[in-house]
């Protein structure tokens, strides 16, 4: 132990370290180059790459759903379809938790009902915190038509909700797009046959596919070993793909089923980051390329000071997965919580507490890149916050896009703000208080379980997934408290940001120039101080407590 | 009331429904039978075989209680608990020992050493992880090139 | 002496007033912020006067809470005091108005017969006569007469004003000289004045959107950070921290946006008062700070850009004709008009020593008044009343062909006729011209920024006159200022095309309207407005009153008619149109104002963190002696100094926010760096500085 942590202060960043970040940021940008402008066209509608045989299946499809694929919808008619289909999605995942004793594939006991309840709201909300260890509780049957199915309908609504957001700013008085549309559309054309192809890669690279829930093998000396398997290449490429993150095993992408080589970690990263990425080029297209750029260059920025904070520090061996290193390891972390997946690749418990900084500061700022579709609209929204005070900063008032921030968005926009301290930080007093975090964590509180609880409720607000605890908050109190959590850190922002979206696109637009543009170096600088200011003044006395304590 | 039953609810259940099928049920299953028709080593764990037996999958750690075989890490200092590699120092570290207990000289078992971490960069397309050793894997080619040596341990001899 | 007559800044009624305002029921309606930090102080003086209150949460130094209680209430009364401060100011504004104001007994004529009655008793359409040295005893228009009026007690203005049949005049000046009749165009209390005193006073004034958006932010910062505050003392207590309360209050009164939150309604009622010193009477908030957005002005060429006053400057004859010829008729027609126009053409004809042989005539002719309908006039005269002295004098002088043209029609008896006008008016009458060569003269004359008037006898066009505006002193200057902040100017003239250019190029003016008729700058309001523009006009005519009313900021002229200035929502008493100027200077002066003490606060809070964190937690855990970079003298000294420079940075920024952050015309990102550079940047440095200066004093103190 004592060795091997002076191997690794002594550690510097190898070839192989640069080469693994040159493909992450190469194959992320150059895929999100061609999704950007892919899901640029779906969200304008343009004509697609086999336009024709996706139509005919998407009509195939509104066929079946029954609705007019014409038919637009207001804010409040999207956000209620998106509730609503959220809601039966996650009763649905719910009963099949709670029976899946009585259920196809390898049956296993139901769960508790809070645990059922944390689990469905979990991955509805895309969070996929996980307080029950999936490859012993849960049945195939659970895995794939539960959680597979649910991680698509996470990730298809929260990408339609940005879809339905952006159009906001582009259209006029036209209606924000039909949920149900959006949703087909974005399933069966863009995360299914992504899914599909990684789906294989993954299998090619050794992540198994199989409706058998075990195996048991002789060992080289003779004993018998069991070990589970099951359908984990689906999983895994949707998982990342999706923001999900949400493991087949409890130990997540450290398992070798999940992550079994370097290069699967790598394309792992890479599935992460591509759609968040290519929200800012699909906002290139529509709303202006330098626009767009900038905001991807201000996400890239913020990405870049998670990935400084958990290089600072070595972090390992013990928790790390040999195939990763550190590096790997951190890469993999800082990606997956800064895209809001949550997927980890080694225990979080063998961090750095300056890369745990970095987790944080990704949770807290839900938006460098965030999650598929949420991270991009929370950007927007820090957009409109900063353009607020520039306009007062040069005697204009404020404008985004041309049009006018009136009191009605800055409020929308404070409540967004306001939610997410609230829902981590009173969840975590409350904690406290009832004795239920000493019950998990000990008597004794120190700042690295405070870290813990502080962080469970802010991946939980955040969405994000990523946890310390695991099973052992597989308590009654810690079960219906983050699904609460989760619940309205998912919700209350997104019809927040669909109430902009639907009183802008309702506003007069003009064909002036901005006072202030919105892209440049200028814009860029200002941004990012404005994101690590809001962030840094909110949470800073917390980082100070926890991790910084540590 | 109904028209909201009939514009919004109808088309969520619709709409869940057809996704259950395609996203839960057809799409895992279509994965599954592709694997299995023309990838089943990986689809079904990618489990090693010694002399027609199957000793383990190469991804998953197994114990080895003898000192002549190459230890795996201890199963709670890994992030999965079944890490099945270690890094090239902890395997060099082993030599001496492996060496004491089998006869097998230092150098041969550092040339295996070398072999599977060679064969690992390839895995990785040479750049894409840091060097490491799988402990199956190294620990299998022991007892293929030193069958006598590893007879008592390896009950798989012969393939009865 | 003088502080007498002159309204002390530091009058009683100000001080009343901001200890008045200290009522927590007024500061919860009012400033969320402020009665935050007030709830803070009721809870720390409690602390610091009933004992034992927890051995948990509160510490035995009892001098400690009541020095932190004192300074969380003086920062109250800071904020209020700003408030009080700049509403004092537009009292003494209001004040000096509602002398005017006073009751006076007006001579309203009945029948003709003048009657004594109280001027409240008039009503509209009332008619009065008002002597010299009496005051004027409401709003009107001269009926009858002509007379000096001294306005200086409503627009500055030193000199008395002229003042004859239908012209405005306000109630509360004073006439001069001589008497008019003046008939009441206003009801009792809604006169000019009182508008004015109404939108002074700051009880009525309603939060403009920028400041409700602002207003909004603050308070959610403000929630964000009760919450942080609240639970850190949850959090520092399971950690084994020994949290002390007030110290907790302290760090959540730092991090407030308290300047902001303090300085913002006096901002406010600053922007007003500023405004009502240069004259200029706002009648809704909305109007300043849609002139800071201002990003069209469309400006009336004649009064704002030039002089409006033309002057001839040449002569140019058509071919057959001469200088003389053309100076001659031009005299004519001229002889009778006394308009500045007129008169520049006589001069221009005096200044050539030019003199035409037909004196007579035209002394004794007939004038032709200028009409709409006619647009020319000139002068008639029928040959009939030739003298032969006249005869005889002229036939001595030198013949010019229209001397000898004029004769030809008189022996012929043909009444002769002179008249100048626009060429196209000319033309209707006169047609024996190259027209080819008129309009090429014309044009050349247009080309070089004149006016061309063309000159007929009976139906022979002469020449032209050309016309030239001059202009207005500092225009120039003014309109590149404009230019630089990047707002477009649209110059409206009923000149022709070629003019107007040459107007606009001296002026440097963006895009024209030439040859415009009045209702065109409506339609180029809401064309603007259609594209997304911010319009900013003035006008002073009643035809200018609907486009006023739609223009974002419709500046009307005092001196215009009264239906312009109802449609306007501000009015200049000076009338000066280049004021617009102003006004969006001041428009934008405001919302930077804000913004940037907004950012200062802001700014303020990372050295705050930096000051308290350390006092809270460094004697628990020595690890975060790390963060104590000021290196502090003592933990109390840490929060004492962070609460004295919370509290004195409001009167600091008092000046500041009454006289507005400095507003120089560049481009927008210069602006936005340079106020970064001061307000953001220096908002983070700034305080570590004062907090540490202010620690070193009191730990020498406290020693």
Redesign the interface.
Known sequence: MYESCILNKGRKVTHVDIVILLTVLVGSLGLAVIFGRYIARMIVYEKRPLEKTLGRVENGFYKIIGVDRYEQMTWKQYFLALMITNIIAAGFLMTVLLYQNSLPLSPKPGLSLDLAFNTAASFVTNTNLQHYAGDQQLSIFSQMAGLIFMMFVATASGIAAAFAFIRGFIRKEFGLGNFYVDFTRIIITLLLPISFFSALLLLFLGSPQTLDSTITVGTLQGGSQTITIGPVAALESIKELGSNGGGFFGANSAHPFENPTGISNVFEIILMLVIPLSFPIAYAHLLGRGRGISILVTMLIGFGVMLALGLSEPSGPAGLETRFGSFGSTLFLESSVATNTGAANAALTGMSPNAVIGFFLGMFVQAIPGADGTGMMMMIVFVVLTLFLVGLMVGKTPEFMSMKINPKDVKLAAFVFLIHPALILIPSVLAYTTENAQAILGEQTTPATFTQVLYEYSSASANNGSDYLGTAANTSFWNWSTAWVMILGRYAPIGLMLAIAGSFTLRDRKEVVEPIKTSGFLFVGVLSVMVFVLTALTFFPFLAMGPFSM | MRTLKSK?????????I???V????A??L???T???TI?PY??????VV?NG?????E??A?????PK?FQP?NST???????????P?SAISQIPTISNATGIPANALKTLVDLDIAR?RE???L????D?VNV?NI??EL?KQYPEVYAQ????QGGT | MTTKTKQSIFDKRMFEDSVTKLNPLYLAKKSPVMFTVEAGFFLVLAIGLLPNMSLEFVNENRAFYIESAIILIVTVWFATFSESLSESQARAKVDSLKNLEKEVLAKKLVEGKEVSVVSSSLIVGDRVRVYAGEIIPRDGIVHEGKAFVDESMMTGESNPVFKEKDNPVLGGTKVANDSIVIEITSEAGKSFLDEMVGLIESAKRPKTKNEIALTILLSGLSIIFITVIGTMLFFGYYLGYHMDISVLIALLVALLPTTIGGLLPAIGVAGINRLARDNIVVKSGKGIEAAGDCDVLILDKTGTITEGARRAIAFVPMEKFTEQDIAEAAYASSFSDHTHEGTSIIELANEKKIEPSFMMEIMTGKPVEFSSETRFSGIEFSPKKKLPMQEQTSKSLPRTRVSSKIEELEESNIPVKILKGSIDAILQIATKVNEPELRWKAQEISKNGGTPLAVAVNDVIIGLISLKDTLKKDIRTKLDEVHVSGITTVMITGDNQLTAQVIAKEANIDQIMAEAKPTDKLNRVVEEQQKGHVVGMIGDGTNDAPALAKADVGLAMNRGTAAAREAANMVDLDSDPSKILRVVKLGKQLLMTRGAITTFSIANDIAKYFAILPAMFMKDDPKMEILNVMQLHSPESAVLSTLIFNAVVIPILIPLSLKGVKYKPELPDKTFIKNMMVYGLGGVIFPFAGIKAIDFLLSVFMR
Do not use: C
């Open positions: 919004v609810f109808s088309p969520a259940i619709r709409i869940v057809l996704m259950i395609t996203t839960g049920i799409y895992p279509l994965v599954t592709i694997g299995q990838m990986q689809s079904n764990g990618s489990q010694l037996k199957v000793v383990g999958s991804l998953i197994q114990n080895f209680n003898s075989f890490r200092d890994s992030g999965s608990g079944v890490d099945p590699d270690i890094t120092a690992n895995t990785n397309a750049v894409l992880a840091p490491y199956l620990n299998v007892a341990e390896v009950s798989v």
